[in-house]
């Protein structure tokens, strides 16, 4: 998909989205005064659609899934890249479908369990050996439409699944397939569902807890018993990328402010980048404080120092 079709989708998608609205109480949180913001220390450009960046810290390796077009479609043209974060030498195409029986359709959210490397696609959940890239098989998820993050606690994968589909037109209509799915020992179950999760998008474990955020809408939440709690509003919606940090706090990136922010669970949540557009599913490194931000639109992962 050229890069302005696949704007006009995106804008598409937030304004159907937006039209949702949670029926039980939420807490809203205002933004205080921003605090000094980080300065972008460098960029990787030469990407295809990047949608989710991994730090893989035991290998010291970061990985990112490229769409290469569009987000829904079954065209076999995905890829991922794998990136040193000393040199930024870029293996762009590390793990490339159509080859070595590779099959990437629209790679999105990423998470690693031992030496397995977990990529959403569509509706399976694709494997690949995390050294060697290999492929090792998939997971598929029935039922599902449109599979997006991934998180991981060491054991146990979570996956959202935002409820989407083609609308026939270039843009997207709701599905209603809307969950939260935890996948065990390569078998799925579903945690959560229904329109009320607002198309569930990044996924996260923190205090073996699992915390969402929506594309649409502004919220975050956690699933307890099957439902959502601890509502939470952000100052803009379209949510994306969900990291959590050592002390506690999140950051959370949205497309609808071009901003990422930070904040504990219960908020406020405040900006600590800003200006950043279309900014997808974000990464980590936990070795040298860098937050990572692919830009969906841009074909580019920019790097910000962030302790």
């Known amino acids: 998909m ?35 913001k980080p300065v972008q220390k460098s960029a990787i450009d ?23 077009g569009s987000p829904l479609e079954t065209d076999n043209n995905g890829f991922i890249s794998r990136v040193n974060p000393d040199t930024l030498a870029v293996d762009l195409k590390w793990i490339e479908a159509g080859k070595n029986n590779v099959t990437l359709n629209a790679p999105k959210g990423m998470a690693i369990i031992g030496d397995t490397l977990y990529v959403s696609d569509i509706t399976s959940v694709r494997k690949f050996n995390r050294r060697t890239g290999a492929p090792e098989g998939e997971i598929r998820i029935p039922g599902s439409t449109f599979l997006n993050d991934l998180a991981s606690d060491g054991n146990i994968l979570y996956l959202t699944d935002s409820g989407l589909k083609s609308d026939g037109k ?34 996260a474990v923190l205090n073996a807890q699992v915390w969402v955020v929506t594309f649409g809408s502004n919220e975050l939440y956690s699933i307890d018993n099957g439902k959502k709690a601890n509502v939470v509003k952000l100052p803009q919606g379209q949510l994306d990328g969900l990291v959590p940090l050592i002390d506690g706090t999140f950051l959370i990136s949205s497309w609808e402010g071009s901003d990422v922010y930070r904040g504990p669970a219960a ?34 992962v920019t790097i910000h120092d962030l302790r």
């Not at 980590?284 to 074909?299: M, S």
Request: glycine share 8%; hydrophobic share 35%; charged share 20%.
């Open 170 to 203: 270039g843009g997207f209509a709701p599905t209603g397939s809307d969950a939260v799915w935890k996948i065990e020992k390569d078998k799925p179950s579903k945690l959560a569902s229904g329109k009320d999760l607002n198309a569930p998008n990044g996924v």
């Open 46 to 68: 030469g990407l295809s659609t990047p949608e989710s960046v991994l730090y893989d810290p035991d290998q010291d390796v970061y990985f990112i899934s490229n769409i290469n």
């Open 267 to 300: 908020g406020p949540f405040t900006v600590v980048v800003e200006n950043v557009k279309s900014p997808a599913d974000i990464g980590y490194d936990t070795k040298r404080y860098r937050l990572l931000i692919p830009h969906f639109q841009e074909n580019r």
């Open 2 to 36: 050229k890069h302005g079709a696949l704007f006009l989708t995106v804008l598409a998608l937030g304004g159907l989205l937006a039209c949702q609205k949670a029926a039980e109480q939420t807490t809203t949180t205002t933004a205080p005064a921003a605090a000094p």
